[in-house]
């Protein structure tokens, strides 16, 4: 089943097959294609983050096959998560830093990895220049807690309980400015349910946002 709001697939397939469309019909001018070839591009690079997320979800989806269970150490994986996004981080002067217990869940290694990564991926693009995205791993009663937080735009509360949806974002065009597809945090949101964990968001405007799953202890 595809997510509700797929018509947002068509969006960008719309454009690539208007631009080729006047291409076709002569109404470009050689000087002006390498700009209507760039604009192909990026929609079509845009349509393969979006197919790729899609098939993310779709292997959360319970009548899929079952994924391979293992112990994951959840430090270790956020580490590596911020060494993948430290270009970015140092594009906008932002610090990221992984602190805690190497603590080990049973999880899916693949999919804990993609929400580690859209949690922390939102946590730099959504920040301000010079901003700070810290991620912890600590124990908590019989759990393992994973909390990624940072010091950015924030969330306003009318959003808050609506950013997990497919496809939703508080500031669409911002945010599509931005590269996201708005299916990050369904896949958060559906893998954690996957594992069984708990999911919780605290965000003030301005000041930032802290998103905190909860994984029973091994
Ligand atoms: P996107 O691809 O648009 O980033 P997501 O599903 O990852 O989609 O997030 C949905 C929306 O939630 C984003 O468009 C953004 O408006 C908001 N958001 C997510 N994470 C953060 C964050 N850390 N700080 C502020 N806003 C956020």
Redesign the pocket.
């Known amino acids: 089943m595809l997510p509700a709001g797929s018509h947002e697939l068509k969006t960008p397939l719309t454009s690539i097959s208007g631009f080729a469309e006047i291409m076709k019909n002569g109404l470009v001018k050689p000087e002006d294609v390498p700009e209507i070839a760039g604009d192909i591009y990026d929609e079509a690079q845009r349509l393969i983050a979006l197919i790729e997320?899609i098939i993310r979800l779709s292997r959360l989806d319970e009548n899929s096959l079952p994924l391979e269970m293992e112990p994951v150490d959840l430090l270790a994986m956020a580490e590596e998560v911020a060494r993948r996004l430290k270009p970015a981080a140092l594009q906008k002067g932002v610090s990221l830093v992984t602190r805690g217990e190497h603590l080990e869940i049973t999880g899916a290694r693949q999919i804990l990895d993609e929400m580690i990564f859209?949690?922390c991926?939102?946590?730099v693009?959504?920040?301000r220049e010079n901003g700070k995205v810290t991620i912890t791993v600590q124990p908590m009663e019989n759990e393992v807690r994973l909390i990624?937080e940072?010091t950015?735009?924030?969330?306003p509360l009318a959003?808050q309980d609506r950013?997990?949806?497919?496809?939703?974002?508080?500031?669409?065009s911002?945010?599509?400015e931005?590269?996201?597809?708005?299916?990050?945090?369904?896949?958060?949101k559906h893998g954690a349910a996957y594992h069984g964990a708990s999911l919780a968001l605290e965000?003030k405007v301005g000041q930032?946002?802290k998103?905190t799953l909860s994984f029973k202890r091994k």
């Open positions: 997320d859209n949690l991926e939102n946590a693009k959504y920040n990624v940072d950015g735009i924030g969330i959003h950013v997990f949806e497919c496809f939703y974002r508080v500031d669409k911002h945010s599509r931005m590269g996201g597809t708005g299916l990050g945090l369904s896949i958060v965000s930032g946002t998103i």
